[in-house]
């Protein structure tokens, strides 16, 4: 149990339909992270909210779109995607400004887009 | 751009000592952490070095060297435990944890 909970688990969605993931946090943490997770590939930062505002927006399509209603609540709203976005979506929380490298994890959700 | 490089894949005894090594390549350079990931489950921190050195936890080391650009993560004692996949992070300023990844290691451990 990391203080990270994603839902849901594992997600299968056609490429017309709309669905989000959730991301909660319990650790009290200011920022919170979407990263994408494909097979032989790096974990790519998606986005980034610090104190509830995005900062950081890594060139990630338009069919992807965070929300991040409060400090411990992150969503991340899919629409029209694409097969290629198949992957494990993780998100992470963090006391931003303390350095040190630390990400805590949710065990992410697995998304398969047919 | 940011390039971090590591093995993809390393195996060891159990009982052993192993190292996995990271270069990289950052606009930007302030940390070197390290995460464990067993699979299907979370990333997990293990380590950061913020300065040059080695830092230990335990059976797990880190070293940063950053003239070199170059870390290394060190594990000692090897459990069938530790069988799971070792990414280098680099945090690219000061207080952000905005981390870029490499690949990953995977590290298989054998009887």
Redesign the interface.
Same mark, same amino acid.
């Given at each position: 149990e990391?203080g990270?909970t994603q839902t849901p688990r594992h997600l299968v969605m056609g490429m017309t339909n709309k669905k989000s993931l959730k991301c909660e946090q319990h650790l009290g943490h200011n920022?919170m992270?979407w990263?994408k997770q494909s097979a032989?590939?790096? *974990?790519e *930062?998606m986005f980034?909210y610090s104190l509830e505002e995005r900062v950081?927006n890594n060139s990630v399509p338009s069919r992807f779109s965070p929300e991040c209603p409060n400090s411990s609540h992150l969503f991340l709203h899919l629409h029209t995607l694409q097969p290629e976005d198949s992957a494990l979506y *993780?998100c992470a929380s963090?006391q931003?400004?303390?350095?040190?490298?630390?990400?805590?994890?949710?065990?992410?959700s697995r998304l398969t887009v047919l | 751009g940011q390039s971090l490089e590591q093995p993809s894949e390393v195996t060891a005894v159990e009982g052993a000592i192993v190292q996995i090594n990271c270069t990289y390549q950052t606009s930007g350079f302030y940390g070197l952490s390290w995460y464990q990931q067993h699979d299907g489950g979370a990333p997990t921190f293990l380590s950061y070095n913020g300065l040059d050195g080695l830092e230990e936890t335990g059976r797990f080391s880190s070293f940063l060297s950053r003239s070199d650009s170059y870390g290394y993560l060190l594990l000692q004692e090897l459990q069938m435990k530790d069988s799971a996949s070792y990414f280098c992070a680099v945090s690219p300023r000061v207080g952000a944890n905005n981390l870029f990844f490499g690949t990953g290691t995977r590290l298989t451990v054998i009887p």
């Open positions: 990391t990270v920022a992270y990263y032989k590939k790096p *974990l *930062l980034v950081e *993780l963090s931003e400004a303390s350095g040190g490298g630390e990400l805590f994890f949710g065990e992410g | -």
